[in-house]
């Protein structure tokens, strides 16, 4: 009994000091999510950027611009006499509000009241509405339209913004304070 308990020892001595031997992946991925998500993204992007144009064109009495980011603006309030636009830690004084694409109001400029931004610094403003700040000048105003993807994206607000909303926003730039560092050189 006891060599059978010795010689049972020295097995399982010998099968626990064996090298590992590696295994095949349960599950091989073939990138087919992504692929696919990717081509379910571009699609409603063409969806938004269509549902945007419509209301452009409907509005026949102004110029829309777009923009080098993928939203489009037009001005309200236009400043020649003003050169200087928001750069990186420049203190911007604002309003603005937020609303569907066909001109709900979501957030009026009274509810979000007049804010401090610190340009590139901050990140309690949506993406579109951080870029189309650095496009103005101090005293100007402009109504803005942002596909999703600008916007709130896949989740929304959690509040009243919903998942993959385009949104139109009115932004007002009331002061802008130039930071010596903000300076392009």
């Known amino acids: 009994m006891r060599n059978k308990i010795v010689f049972l020892l020295i ?4 099968v626990a000091c064996s090298e ?8 091989a991925t073939s990138g087919t999510f ?33 923009s080098e980011e993928g939203f489009w603006f037009k001005y309200i309030t236009k400043d020649s006499t003003e050169s200087y636009t928001p750069h990186e830690n420049a203190l911007v004084k604002l309003t603005y509000n937020v609303q569907t694409i066909n ?9 979000i009241d007049t804010i401090i931004y610190k340009v590139d610094k901050q990140q309690n403003l949506f993406m579109g509405l951080r870029k189309a700040i650095k496009l103005l000048k101090k005293g100007e105003e402009a109504t803005f339209y942002f596909p999703s993807t600008l916007a709130y994206g ?13 949104l139109k926003s009115d932004l007002k730039i009331i002061d802008i304070k130039k930071v010596q560092d903000s300076i392009p050189h």
């Open 103 to 111: 001109g709900q109001v979501i957030y009026s400029k009274t509810s």
């Open 34 to 66: 992504f692929r696919e998500s990717i081509k379910r993204n571009k699609i409603l992007l063409a969806q938004e950027e269509s549902a945007i144009k419509e209301r452009i064109e409907a509005d026949s009495a102004n110029t829309y611009l777009p």
């Open 11 to 14: 097995c399982t001595a010998f």
């Open 154 to 166: 896949y989740v929304g607000d959690h509040k009243k913004i919903g998942v993959n909303m385009p």
């Open 20 to 27: 590992p031997e590696p295994r095949e992946p349960v599950k």
